[in-house]
C-alpha cells in the first residue's frame, strides 16, 4: 500500500522558456512475514516546456543520494544542418541545466546525478540517411574526444576503462576511404557527392579530427555528416555511464526563475504522459529534429548497429 503522498508543482523560466516540473514521492509500505513493513520510498520528476519541445524524467535512488536521468529529449524545430550553426545546443545545455539545478533545489541532499549517454539525432523516420546519429560523436571530434555530458556538465565516466585518454586516440588516426564507405555503405546517400569531397578536399588531411575539422563549413555538412556515425560507432566506444556533481554552477548555464508553486493541482494542463506522448508520438520529417536520449531499455537500433562488426 501507498503511505504519504506528496505532489508539487512548480513553474519556472530559463532564457524566456516556461517549464513545468511535477515531483511525485511517496512510501510504498510492504507486508512480509520475515520482515514486516518494508517501507520503500520513491520519487519521480517530470519536467516540460509549455510548448513541448523539452522533457525530461529523473528518479532519485535514496540509499545512495543520488538522481537517474532516465529519459529527456528536445524538439528544436530546425533540421540537422541548422542544429549546430544557429546555436541550438546551447539552448539544450540551457534548458537541461535549469532542469537539474531546480530539481536540486527541492532536493537538495542528492549530491551526484547519474546518466547514460545515448544522445541520438534523429530526423526522418523513413530514411535510413537520417535514422540514427549520435550526438556524442560530433561533440567528440571537435572537442578533444569528450563526450556531450563530459563536455557540457563536467561529468565523469563511473568507469576507468571508459577514460578520455583510450578514445582520444580514435581521432589521431586518419580514415581510410574502404573503410568509410564499407562502415556506411547501406546508408542512403550521395555517395558521388562524398567521394568528389574526400578526393579533392579531404584526402590530404592528416587524421579524422582534421577530416571531421571540415563539418564547420556549413556547405560541406551535409555531403560530410551521414556517414560518420557509422564509422565511429565502430570504433569509438561512448561511455555509457556518467556522473555529475551537483548542483551545477557553470557560467553558461543562467539560474531558473520559479514563478509559481502548487501542492494541489497542476500548472499546465493536461500533463503529458511521458511514456504516451513523448518519444512515440513525436515523428520529426527531413526538416525536423528530435534529439533524444532514451536509456538501454528502451532503445531502438537503426541498420547501422546491426551492420558494424
Excluded at 43 to 65: G, H, M, P, W
Excluded at 97 to 107: C, D, K, Q, Y
Excluded at 164 to 186: C, M, T, V, Y
Amino acid at each position: 500500500m501507498i503511505e504519504n503522498e506528496d505532489n508539487k508543482y512548480i513553474r519556472y523560466t530559463s532564457t524566456g522558456k516556461e517549464f513545468h516540473m511535477y515531483s511525485n514521492a511517496y512510501d510504498c509500505v510492504y507486508e512480509n512475514k520475515d520482515k514486516p513493513d518494508t517501507r520503500f520510498r520513491s520519487t519521480q520528476i517530470y519536467v516540460e516546456s509549455y510548448d513541448r519541445d523539452f522533457y525530461a524524467k529523473f528518479c532519485l535512488n535514496y540509499s545512495t543520494l543520488t538522481v537517474s536521468l532516465d529519459y529527456f529529449q528536445y524538439a528544436p524545430k530546425c533540421n540537422l544542418t541548422s542544429y549546430f550553426f544557429e546555436g541550438k545546443d546551447k539552448l539544450f545545455v540551457q534548458y537541461l541545466g535549469a532542469a537539474i539545478n531546480v530539481l536540486h533545489r527541492e532536493f537538495p541532499q542528492f549530491h551526484t546525478l547519474e546518466v547514460r549517454d545515448e544522445l541520438t539525432l534523429r530526423t526522418s523516420e523513413d530514411s535510413m540517411r537520417h535514422s540514427y546519429l549520435y550526438l556524442t560523436y560530433f561533440i567528440a571530434a571537435f572537442n578533444s574526444g569528450e563526450s556531450w555530458f563530459e563536455h557540457h556538465f563536467k561529468a565523469s565516466p563511473r568507469h576507468p576503462s571508459d577514460g578520455l585518454e583510450g578514445r582520444e586516440a580514435f581521432f589521431q588516426e586518419k580514415p581510410e576511404l574502404n573503410e568509410l564507405i564499407s562502415r556506411s555503405f547501406h546508408i542512403e546517400y550521395d555517395w558521388m557527392a562524398f567521394l568528389e569531397t574526400y578526393y579533392y578536399v579531404c584526402e590530404s588531411k592528416l587524421t579524422l579530427r582534421e577530416f571531421i575539422k571540415l563539418f564547420e563549413n556549413p556547405q560541406l555538412f551535409d555531403t560530410l555528416a551521414y556517414w560518420y556515425p557509422a564509422y565511429a560507432r565502430s570504433r569509438y566506444h561512448i561511455p555509457y555511464g556518467l556522473t555529475i556533481v551537483l548542483p551545477l554552477q557553470y557560467p553558461q548555464i543562467d539560474p531558473p526563475q520559479i514563478t509559481e508553486i502548487s501542492t494541489t493541482q497542476p500548472l499546465i494542463s493536461p500533463l503529458s504522459d511521458d511514456y504516451k506522448y513523448y518519444g512515440y508520438c513525436v515523428t520529426p520529417n527531413d526538416d525536423e529534429i528530435l534529439v533524444i536520449n532514451e536509456g538501454l531499455s528502451t532503445m531502438k537500433f537503426s541498420m547501422a548497429d546491426i551492420e558494424d562488426d
